[in-house]
Nanobody, 128 residues
Framework: EVHLAESGGGSVQAGGSLTLSCVPSGTTFKTYCIAWFRQAPGKEREGVAVIDTDSRWTYYSDPVKGRFTISHIKTKNTVHLVMDNLKPEDTATYYC?????????????????????WGQGIQVTVSS
């Protein structure tokens, strides 16, 4: 099992920036990708961004494309999600997730929850 420690959430005004960080530990050799998901109150969880831990291939959902950047710093075993030009609709609980092989194939951001190990979540609030 992979454990994920998230940090960096908080409150910001629209147009501002935040950086989320995620540090995986445990059986990380079984991790093939790291992704960020988010869930707003009353809405379903949605995938935000994913990075392959080997090839560093990345993919972003349309709502965040061009504004968010995911990166994997191997030497620090840390994944960052830099969020620029934040909008009120980005307000949500953000979850870091470590993908098993099945979670990182096909469409990683649309694979089922049991193909990932999950962090506890961190709140991001964007005010207008």
């Amino acid at each position: 099992e992979v454990h994920l420690a998230e940090s960096g959430g908080g409150s910001v005004q629209a147009g501002g920036s935040l950086t989320l960080s995620c540090v995986p530990s445990g059986t990380t050799f079984k991790t093939y990708c790291i992704a960020w998901f988010r869930q707003a109150p009353g809405k379903e969880r949605e995938g935000v961004a994913v990075i392959d831990t080997d090839s560093r291939w990345t993919y972003y959902s349309d709502p965040v494309k061009g504004r968010f950047t995911i990166s994997h710093i191997k030497t620090k075993n840390t994944v960052h999600l830099v969020m620029d030009n934040l909008k009120p609709e980005d307000t949500a609980t953000y979850y870091c997730a470590a993908g098993k092989k099945s979670g990182c194939t096909g469409r990683p951001l649309q694979n089922s929850a049991d193909t990932y190990d999950w962090g506890q979540g961190i709140q991001v609030t964007v005010s207008s």
